[in-house]
């Protein structure tokens, strides 16, 4: 792994201590590419399995051009990064358990990498919305609702409650989490009336449901898509709300108790991904600053800062990041992009957000301490 020093700033349950020492990221080798390109997956088995794939977006350049990303599938081998074959099509996920077992979804196909090359291993309907968690010698897949297995033979059907909204797919360890909503049945009204966050956890023959409690004010609109399982039965579950997207505050189980968790003085996060040590890491994007939650106590790391003259993120989403807790270490790997203005009053007549002359990928790791 590239080394990684970071400082971080121990806070309790009534603020943040007062000194702080600026944390250090240090970004993966990637060699430069001309044009624009940006990770939007990154997925790792290990510290020397990491993949980072680009996403299908577009970037406005001078005026009101906009042009693709460039088409990217990169891994790094605990030596090196390096360019990959690639599936046919854009990588719309990514999903590691070994180094010679990753699988892709590109638009109607699910591929199969083996350590040698992609297999095509299932097909959908180019419109169909997918879901994709890869497994130690197989892969659970989700279509339009619909969830199966692959068991390293045979796609196998999985049974789903009939009042169950299926919104993620997550692997925690050595455990398969389906994640979503019940329905109340009522179908006007089902997003304000009577629903509730849902998760299921296979037990190796069938989902079994873990009951989750959440505040009366969130319960009937919370749609769960994020699960982290830590020390002694500790649990998070996060999610959005169905009727407005919005991030919605995480829930946690500790022993039997149920409760609501932000970090200090901050809004619910985009993300949460497990420490490594039986906490959870709240993710806000490159821009932002993480924070952990740990036995009660919480930690704050300085948000990493970009090279001089550049920006995070493209000129739609700055700070956009992807992340994923890196099996067997207390590592993050976080991907995205940074960005360079153009020269001048360039803008995009829609946003009025400024355009951007390049972005370049970049992905980094941490934090140690």
Do not use: C
Request: zero cysteines; charged letters at 20%.
């Amino acid at each position: 792994m590239w080394p990684v020093v970071m400082a971080a700033v121990l806070v309790g349950s009534t603020g943040v201590a007062p000194a702080a020492e600026a944390s250090r990221w240090r970004p993966a080798p990637l060699p430069p590419k001309a044009g624009h390109d940006s990770f939007a997956h990154v997925t790792a088995s290990g510290a020397k399995d990491i993949w980072a794939a680009s996403g299908a977006n577009s970037v406005l350049v001078s005026g009101s051009n906009a042009v693709s990303n460039a088409v990217l599938l990169e891994r790094f081998d605990g030596r090196r990064w390096r360019p990959m074959p690639r599936p046919t099509g854009a990588i719309t996920a990514l999903s590691a358990s070994s180094a010679g077992d990753v699988w892709a979804l590109t638009s109607g196909r699910s591929h199969r990498w083996d350590g040698k090359g992609w297999r095509v291993m299932r097909s959908f309907s180019p419109t169909a919305h997918v879901l994709l968690a890869a497994v130690p010698g197989g892969a659970w897949v989700s279509e339009q609702g619909r969830l199966s297995r692959y068991d390293g033979t045979h796609w196998q059907p999985v049974p789903l409650p009939a009042d169950f909204e299926l919104g993620a797919l997550r692997i925690q360890g050595r455990d398969v989490w389906v994640l979503g909503r019940y329905k109340s049945g009522k179908a006007i009204y089902d997003t304000i009336e009577g629903g509730s966050p849902a998760a299921l956890r296979w037990t190796g023959r069938a989902l079994a449901r873990v009951p989750v409690t959440a505040p009366a004010n969130l319960r009937a609109h919370l749609q769960i898509d994020d699960v982290v399982t830590g020390k002694g039965g500790d649990l998070w579950l996060s999610g959005h709300s169905v009727l407005d997207g919005d991030r919605l505050p995480v829930l946690q189980r500790r022993g039997s108790t149920w409760t609501t968790l932000t970090p200090p003085r901050t809004p619910p996060p985009e993300n949460i991904e497990p420490d490594g040590a039986g906490g959870v890491w709240f993710d806000y994007g490159l821009d932002q600053p993480l924070w952990r939650n740990r036995a009660g106590k919480w930690t704050k790391v300085a948000a990493p800062k970009p090279p001089s003259g550049r920006r995070w993120g493209l000129f739609t989403n700055f700070g956009a990041a992807t992340t994923a807790h890196i099996p067997g270490t207390t590592l993050l790997v976080r991907a995205g992009a940074t960005s360079v203005p153009a020269p001048g009053n360039s803008y995009d007549p829609e946003t009025s957000r400024k355009a951007h002359e390049s972005a370049d990928r970049v992905l980094m790791t941490g934090p140690h301490s």
